[in-house]
């Protein structure tokens, strides 16, 4: 079976600090696929990255960036320079291709200004 | 106009009572699928469909049923509701694609509220 672990429950920043979430996962496939979601205030999941397990490069968005490690299960997450709009319960998500998302039990990130 | 809707938006009912939320999706996708979030417990995969004929189970099923009216309507039934089902419920579609996932693009979520 598949499962994800979010180990951070909470997370509070102060604004401009640079902050990692970290997400673990478990299956025996070779094949699968990591998300992160971003569940702001507001209520919505936005969808924020995708990778493939074949793919190990990390991955850089503006101020986000995605460190993937095969070694350790682990698909982690950096916001840096963090403002007060990052804050949100972000999640982290696994699917075998043709499966539904098992999520993480999500980190709630404050960034207080 | 938003690609995947969910209505109602919030909902307050009483123990035993049947209650239907109901999502529909302009992405053209031919998989949807139900969630529900709780505190502290991420989202719970309630059922799927593939396509139109077919449904399956997730994790929590117990207590609800779906319906897969037309590829982009997929329908929430709580046959007699009752309190601990209180939750935030999304809906969520993706595409199948050869040889990969597609992503999955989620509703606004249904706020229900069960007394």
């Known amino acids: 079976a598949q499962k994800v672990t979010q180990a951070q429950t909470e997370i509070s920043v102060v604004e401009k600090e640079d902050v990692t979430l970290d997400c673990v996962y478990e299956?025996?496939?070779?094949?699968?696929?990591l998300f992160w979601y971003k569940q702001p205030p507001s209520g919505e999941l936005v969808f924020l990255i995708r990778?493939?397990?074949?793919?190990?490069q990390n991955e850089i968005s503006g101020r986000y960036s995605w460190n993937f490690q095969k070694s350790t299960s682990s698909f982690n997450f950096t916001i840096t320079a963090s403002q007060v709009v990052d804050s949100a319960v972000y999640f982290c998500a696994l699917s075998l291709g043709n499966t539904p998302l098992v999520f993480g039990k999500g980190t709630r990130l404050s960034v207080i200004a | 106009d938003a690609d995947v809707t969910q209505t109602p938006r919030n909902r307050i009912t009483k123990t035993g009572k049947r209650i239907m939320l109901e999502c529909s999706q302009t992405?053209?996708?031919?998989?949807m699928y139900w969630y529900r979030q709780d505190p502290g417990l991420g989202l719970r995969l309630i059922y799927y469909?593939?396509?139109?004929?077919?449904?399956n189970k997730g994790e929590i099923s117990d207590g609800y049923s779906v319906s897969r009216q037309a590829q982009a309507k997929f329908s929430l039934s709580l046959e007699s509701a009752i309190p601990n089902q209180t939750a935030l419920y999304f809906c969520a579609t993706s595409a199948t694609r050869t040889g990969m996932i597609d992503t999955q693009y989620f509703g606004p979520g249904t706020r229900l509220t069960v007394l």
């Open positions: 469909s593939f396509d139109v004929k077919d449904i």
């Open positions: 299956t025996r496939d070779t094949t699968y696929y």
């Open positions: 990778r493939n397990s074949f793919d190990e």
């Open positions: 992405k053209g996708h031919d998989r």
